[in-house]
């Protein structure tokens, strides 16, 4: 009886949704550590949530340039794009929490469809200047409607009607709290299902579409069907990621929204794998969540705050130079390795 | 008015090639419904069996005497000892051999050779030990069990043979039991399908007299008994090159037809002027699918080409690398997938269960061109013959009737060549397709096709059959050149 439940629970791991499951479970644990006084830092917590919330937005990257072959520079736009839309409903509009995440779910679709038809005729890197073209557009529409300032959103007060759990007028930290466990399982929810559609015959008609367009043709793929779908999904998780990152981080300029973060989000996916979700999301972790989390604490980054950069950078040289697959093919490559090893071994001992 | 019409007869036509996707998909499946029903039987009728077995082993044990027993379970447990033991002596025959190649004196040779010997000795006395050990264990497990003597053994024997026969019996009933819920099972999903088929196949009438109601283009043209695909006065023209010039001719049902020519004689336009990759500038290609209906071929988009039965191949190989060979098969079969995208986002038992039919074609097409030991190897770095195979695989996967192969030999040998012939030959019989190839081996050609069109600068030379063609004067003189 043992044996079989040990059995069960290896057949459970093997599930590929389970690895997510695990993730969400530790994800929550930090801010339990943290509230239970074992991680004293919230500067810790806050970059484990920037770390979620960019992962969001890099699943759908993932999907659209591992999987499409479309090379998009305007994410972060669309990030901003999200941020701003929730401070026009939420904040300006005073229409409720979910309500307005779903209103920008709905814009995300449009737009997204628009980049896609405008993916039908360019390609390459011609498709990534346009996109970032875009996203200048939107930054500076941001900048004119906006201004320069820095916008706060309020504290969530009310869900469905009632009291926000863990609002309270004199304004605690909880709110906080209670978000992170809302953007967690969100979190998880986004990477099972990316991780389903990977797996389906979408993932297999784009990768087919990637390789070749005309064989894909042959074989009854509809090209421009796959790629506004993968402009879409891409959009649309962006767009989630912009609300999502307002209702934790709660403030904003137009400044955040620049280059640098595309840029950023493509260093994580390529450097994480772009094939890979898991890969995907440590990329995430590398780029953006090593210097909150590890690297404040050390007096030499707290001096040299742009340090970081040149590691990020000499991370992908070596990256795109020896691990073309991304870092998730590291567990795969040491395997490999330890069964060399042990062949080796094998014929030291035992002779031929 | 005539654009809304047009609207309308696409959207009722749409509707009913859905419909008829759903009536093919039910039954399709119900074929599945029933071999997965005999696999599931057997495994309930091998848990069975065991279970017998299981229960009879103890009936077994008390008809055999004592020491025959122990005797064949210790050369049992013997065995799989022996096959770590053989390890051992290796690996001290390994340290011997280094030893002395390390060694130069005579003293230290010595030293190693006995060092071997006693290691020797002791792995002998260990697999000694074992034995006895093992031989004590069993014989007292089994004493309380086995006969006493010959005298009970035969007594027991007589039981044994009893309960045998009634295990026997149960195992039968157990297997008719199954049997009569297989068939149960296969019943009540036939009316169900049954039912679905009804359904679906009056919807899919229905709709088809709507479309038919607003069809704009009728095509009137009526093919000749006997012919599939029928190219009419054909013309594909780039800028000002004519790279097909008025050509004409039909392909009838269930041959194999080759089209050759000299380099750039315009065999692969031809080829992309049917599969719609290129639209052609004046003529019509005229198709007829397998409900007997005559489609204008020009009229359907690049992708929607392989639903109406024609699938085509590339002249040079055209796989998704970052995938396996099973899931480069699914990839093909793409067009008889019917779940949305919510289904994929959620993995709904409908995806799940379209999923695991088209698996099963698959390895059954694997299975059939010897590739299933492939199934889960990435075609990277494989072989160019095995390639092509994949690729011809590939076109077996969606219901085609006519397959379009674009220089099926080349970069083949000599002895893959001869595969490939036999192959298509075999396909063409047994899948019960046209098949239309275009081919620079002469040989292969001339062995396989029933029909040969000869082409040069976009022009028909001459179609016949291999024999008329090889003594045909202009294929020659476009061939070998002329005075």
Known sequence: MGQSIALRIKRVLKHPLSSFVILGIVLLLVNVFYRAGIIQDIAFVRSVARVIIYSIVAMGFSLLLGYAGLASLGTSGLIGLGAFLIQLTYSQKGIPMVISILICLVIALVVGALIGFISLRIEGMYLAIITLCLSTILVELFRIGWGTDTFNLPRVQTFFGKEFPGYSSDGGLLVRDVMYYILVPLFVIVAMLTSNLMRSPTGRAMLAMKDSDSAAKAMGISVLKYRLIAFIIATVYAVFAGCLYMFYFRSTTYTDWGLALSLNILAAVIVGGSKSLLGCILGCFIIFGIDGMFLQNIPFFQNNTNFIYIISGALIIIVVMFYPGGLAHLWLDLKILIRKLKLKWRHYKYGD | ?483
């Open chain 2, 1 to 483: 008015m005539g654009i809304s019409k047009k609207l309308l007869h696409n959207f009722y036509s749409n509707r009913a090639e859905n419909f008829k996707d759903n009536l093919d998909g039910a039954i399709e499946y119900n074929e599945f419904y029933q071999e997965k029903q005999e696999v599931l039987l057997k495994k309930h009728y091998d848990k069975f069996v065991a279970q017998e077995q299981e229960k009879l082993e103890p009936i077994r044990l008390s008809s055999v005497l004592l020491k025959s027993e122990v005797k064949i379970q210790v050369a049992e447990k013997l065995k799989s000892y022996d096959e770590k033991d053989i390890w051992r002596r290796k690996a001290n025959t390994q340290t011997q051999v280094r030893g002395l190649a390390k060694a130069t004196t005579d003293s230290d040779k010595q030293k190693i050779t006995e060092a071997y010997e006693t290691q020797l000795r002791s792995l002998d006395k260990r697999r000694e030990e074992y034995e006895h050990k093992v031989t004590a264990s069993i014989s007292s497990k089994l004493q309380s069990v086995c006969a006493k003597d010959e005298k009970e053994q035969k007594e027991n024997l007589a039981k044994y043979e009893v309960a045998l026969a009634e295990s026997d019996k149960r195992c039968k009933a157990e297997h008719q039991k199954l049997e009569v819920q297989k068939q149960a099972n296969i019943k009540a999903f036939q009316i169900k399908t049954d039912a679905k088929v009804s359904k679906a196949s009056k919807k899919y009438e229905t709709t088809l007299v709507d479309a038919k109601k607003y069809s704009a283009s009728k095509v009137d043209q009526k093919l000749e008994k006997n012919v599939v695909l029928s190219l009419h006065n054909l013309t594909m023209q780039f800028g000002g090159l004519k790279a097909v010039d008025n050509l004409s001719f039909d392909v009838k049902k269930g041959e194999i037809f080759g089209l050759i020519g000299p380099n750039g004689a315009g065999k692969t336009t031809v080829f992309n002027c049917i599969t719609q990759f290129y639209k052609p500038t004046k003529g019509e290609v005229y198709y007829e699918d397998k409900t007997g209906q005559v489609l204008l071929l020009n009229e359907a988009k690049v992708h929607n080409v392989i639903k109406k039965g024609i699938v085509r191949t590339f002249q040079n190989v055209e796989l998704v690398w970052e995938l396996t060979v099973l899931e480069n098969l699914l990839v093909a079969a793409h067009s008889l997938f019917k779940s949305n995208l919510f289904d994929q986002f959620i993995h709904t038992p409908k995806l799940k269960k379209e999923e695991e039919m088209i698996r099963a074609k698959a390895l059954k097409v694997l299975d059939y061109l010897g590739l299933t030991y492939l199934q889960n190897a990435y075609p990277v770095g494989l072989p160019y013959g095995i390639l092509k195979k994949i690729e011809l695989a590939r076109t077996l996967m969606c219901n085609p009737r006519l397959i379009i192969l674009d220089e099926p030999a080349a970069g083949l040998n000599d002895a893959e060549t001869q595969e490939l012939a036999v192959l298509i030959k075999k396909i063409r019989d047994e899948y019960k397709v046209t098949i239309f190839l275009v081919e620079h081996d002469m040989g292969l050609v001339m062995d396989i096709c029933d029909t040969i069109c000869a082409i040069s600068f976009g022009k028909m030379l001459a179609i016949g059959t291999p024999k008329q063609i090889q003594k045909d004067p202009a294929v020659q003189e476009a061939y070998l050149g002329g005075e």
